[in-house]
T-cell receptor, first 115, second 108 residues
Framework: GAGVSQSPSNKVTEKGKDVELRCDPI?????LYWYRQSLGQGLEFLIY????????KSGLPSDRFSAERTGGSVSTLTIQRTQQEDSAVYLC?????????????FGPGTRLTVL | GQNIDQPTEMTATEGAIVQINCTYQ??????LFWYQQHAGEAPTFLSY????GLEEKGRFSSFLSRSKGYSYLLLKELQMKDSASYLC?????????FGSGTRLQVQP
């Protein structure tokens, strides 16, 4: 398929463990975004990549959260020493580089449950 | 900071028209998106407004007033499959800030 893909689709982990979430954007999209959505809540912006650099990391909730992107394509979001409040659906979106705003195409998300 | 408000829940009848409002207060506003999200699925794009006025796309229309910090999404000829959450999002420096969403329930 040509859409955004994310893996794993579901992740259950124990409190204190580290987790890595992966996002494969649409081919050719240079903008990549991470959001998280807690149960019944709206989407919370985490971080934005333009190519491999992250001009806006303002949404990362703590220093336990980090993200990287390599080759202008795949991105990983890492959460260290997970806490129960980290439980949420983590959504990745990608968008083309054009002037002005871009429609963002969302992946199916990774549902993270921290026990 | 940014503040986006939309009603939490709405109910409407199949075949009817429903208007979902969104008000926002934000610095550096670029434009406003509406997304639809069915339960357990990713959001999908509905509309984008950057200029004041109404944008129509089939059964869906979206309106923006930049001076009032106000937008609405209008859904006509409601169908059962329109039962979903509708997310208002404003753009600033390319990232999106979302409201909490309006959960629309369409009844027969």
């Amino acid at each position: 398929g040509a859409g955004v893909s994310q893996s794993p689709s579901n992740k259950v982990t124990e409190k204190g463990k580290d987790v890595e979430l992966r996002c494969d954007p649409i081919s050719g999209h240079t903008a990549l975004y991470w959001y998280r959505q807690s149960l019944g809540q709206g989407l919370e912006f985490l971080i934005y990549f333009q190519g491999n650099s992250a001009p806006d990391k303002s949404g990362l909730p703590s220093d336990r959260f980090s993200a990287e992107r390599t080759g202008g394509s795949v991105s990983t979001l890492t959460i260290q020493r997970t806490q129960q409040e980290d439980s949420a659906v983590y959504l990745c979106a990608s968008g083309p580089v054009v002037a002005g705003d871009n429609e963002q195409f969302f992946g199916p998300g990774t549902r993270l449950t921290v026990l | 900071g940014q503040n986006i408000d939309q009603p939490t829940e709405m109910t409407a009848t199949e075949g009817a028209i429903v208007q979902i409002n969104c008000t926002y207060q934000t610095s550096g506003f670029n434009g406003l998106f509406w997304y639809q999200q069915h339960a357990g699925e990713a959001p999908t794009f509905l509309s984008y407004n950057v200029l004041d006025g109404l944008e129509e796309k089939g059964r869906f229309s979206s309106f923006l007033s930049r001076s009032k910090g106000y937008s609405y999404l209008l859904l006509k000829e409601l169908q059962m499959k329109d039962s979903a959450s509708y997310l208002c999002a404003v753009t600033r420096r390319r990232a999106l800030t979302f409201g909490s969403g309006t959960r629309l329930q369409v009844q027969p």
